[in-house]
């Protein structure tokens, strides 16, 4: 069950909700929550142990549901323009799109930067002993060093 109440939606919205978005109010509030948990699968426990507090949560589900439901025509039309009257969509406010914004990511603890190494199983070093040959070190010296950029372990020349 989603942490996010009607009440808490209809904050975002600034205005009660319609019957129409009633209608698919408690099925967007469970999508949101799987979208978070999807990438932050342990987030129930931190909410169990206040960090980040059960309410933040409630109101970024809220807002992602909001951006759904604020989004004209579910968000298909960006710009519209009739004479000298035109208008555009501002996209983290209603981008018709059930999604998080990276500030609200943020808030959850998780940043936007982040680093992933690969593992190898070192075949190319055991093959040649410890020494790569000097034309194939592109291939098998792996990050990506050379003799430009440093010292490596012995593999340079």
């Known amino acids: 069950m989603a942490l996010a109440t009607q ?25 949101a ?11 129930l426990d931190r909410v169990a142990s206040g960090r980040p507090s059960p309410q933040l949560v409630a109101d970024i589900e809220a807002e992602m549901v909001a951006r759904v439901l604020r989004a004209p025509d579910n968000g298909i039309m960006r710009q519209e323009a ?6 555009s969509l501002n996209l983290q406010v209603a981008s018709g799109l059930l999604d998080v914004l990276g500030k609200e990511w943020e808030a959850l603890g998780l940043g936007s930067w982040g680093s992933l190494a690969p593992e190898s199983d070192g075949y190319a070093r055991q093959r040649w002993g410890g020494e790569v040959p000097y ?3 592109f291939q098998y010296a792996w990050p990506a060093r050379d003799e430009v950029s ?6 340079v020349r």
Do not use: C, F, H
């Open 7 to 31: 009440q808490d939606v209809e904050v975002s919205m600034l205005r009660p909700l319609s019957e129409t978005e009633m209608r698919y109010l408690s099925d967007l509030l469970e999508r």
């Open 33 to 43: 929550e799987r979208l978070l948990l999807a990438r932050i699968p342990d987030l």
């Open 82 to 87: 009739e004479g000298n009257y035109s208008y």
């Open 135 to 137: 034309p194939w070190r």
């Open 150 to 155: 440093e010292s490596w372990g012995g593999w």
